[in-house]
């Protein structure tokens, strides 16, 4: 395999010698949809693919021709892995392939959710307008994602400021003032006798210790890559006191809008459910949504198969599917449920500083009062027997 790689790569070099610069970029880019070498397959991040899918469908809405709006778009990108990426597409639409077909190629980059969104705009003559749809989602996504991660960012700052301060007093002023304690013998106090144990323990075993992280933040990658060990992660995620709850409300609310763009798009709801389910981005939400599919499949009601989940959907959530079912409106109440999940998010991640303050104030006071205690305990018994 490898020897015929670099065969190709020989050919590509030497055309490059005799081709045009434009010829030689569309050869490039046709070897490189044909072949599909995976171990450089090219990257774009969110942000990139939300610009590249709304400009796309503004240059498709304004009459561009798609292959000139994607060379066009290639050009502008100051990103090699998105250039490549949308060379790729223009290559694969000017060998007659459609824009699905080409984003097909590359799906571990742009998901079986958006590439099933562009084939329904492709196939219903409305390309522009699930394009402008699917970047909004995109948005929707990254806006998601961005407030878990400031939500988390001042618990976790107060957690490793705490272990710093406590780090800090037990690693180097507590040693310092160690021999003083000794040297005046007699008992010290529990607490002190404690700390010193653990202060001996770091000092001798850190080696150790920086192994054993290193180690499991080496293997943890590769760990979860295992189905089984990701699952029982991702199921317990969804038990944590109150960022489980958090967590929930991130999948049902891109579950119930992705399963309803699908829906509204005419995809078949046993095939929506599997698309949503590989989207799902959490093992426990997808291996439900796989058994729900199946319910369906079997002739089913989808408020009936989800009522089974009851760990992972409320019942506000089936509830809501239920009403759209009876009523004939299904993708509308999944939309509507969506917005209710994404203000539940937004009202959860804004709270949960407010929330988780007060016990790591506590968990602070603990820890820094234990460190604390243990070095002025002794010090206080000194000073009284020096009074005596």
């Given at each position: ?33 044909a072949f599909k070498v995976r171990k450089i397959m090219p990257r774009m991040s969110l942000q990139e693919k939300i610009i590249f899918i709304k400009r796309l469908a503004i240059l498709i809405e304004s009459g561009i021709p798609i292959i000139l709006c994607l ?251 239920g009403a759209g079912e009876n009523s004939g409106n299904l993708s509308s109440s999944l939309i509507y449920l969506s917005r209710i999940y994404e203000d539940e998010m937004d009202n959860s991640t804004k709270n949960l500083s407010a929330s988780v303050e007060p ?30």
């Open positions: 395999m490898n020897e015929f790689i670099k065969t190709i790569v020989s050919a590509i070099k030497f055309a490059a010698n005799v081709l045009k610069p434009r010829q030689e970029a569309l050869l490039g880019e046709k070897i490189f949809c060379e066009m778009l290639s050009r502008q990108s100051n990103s090699s892995g998105a250039k490549k990426i949308i060379g790729g597409l223009r290559g694969a639409m000017e060998e007659g392939k459609s824009l699905a077909q080409g984003m097909d190629l590359f799906a571990k980059t742009f998901g079986n959710f958006s590439i099933s969104i562009v084939a329904v705009g492709e196939t219903g003559g409305a390309l522009a307008k699930n394009l402008d749809y699917l970047a909004e989602e995109l948005r929707k996504q990254r806006e998601l994602k961005r407030n878990i991660s400031s939500a988390l960012v001042y618990p976790v700052f107060i957690l490793f400021a705490t272990l710093g301060i406590a780090a800090l007093l037990a690693g180097y002023v507590f040693p310092k003032i160690l021999p003083v304690f000794s040297s005046f013998g007699g008992d010290l106090p529990a607490s002190t006798r404690a700390l010193i144990s653990i202060t001996r323990a770091a000092r001798n075993y850190w080696g150790l210790a920086l192994a054993a992280v290193i180690f499991l933040a080496a293997v943890a990658p590769f760990l979860l890559k295992l189905r089984r060990v990701r699952y029982f992660f991702d199921r317990n995620l969804l038990r944590l006191p109150l960022l489980g709850a958090m967590f929930k409300n991130y999948h049902i609310a891109n579950f119930s809008r992705n399963l309803g763009l699908l829906l509204a798009g005419q995809i078949g709801i046993v095939r929506a459910l599997e698309i949503s389910g590989r989207n799902a981005g959490n093992l426990a939400y997808q291996y439900a949504l796989e058994r729900i599919a199946g319910e369906v499949k079997r002739g089913g009601s989808l408020a009936e198969a989800m009522a089974k989940e009851k760990n992972i959907f409320p019942a506000l959530a089936y509830q809501m599917v016990a790591l104030m506590v968990f602070m006071g603990i820890l820094v009062g234990f460190v604390a205690v243990s070095i002025i305990q002794p010090i206080y018994g000194i000073t009284t027997f020096l009074q005596k």
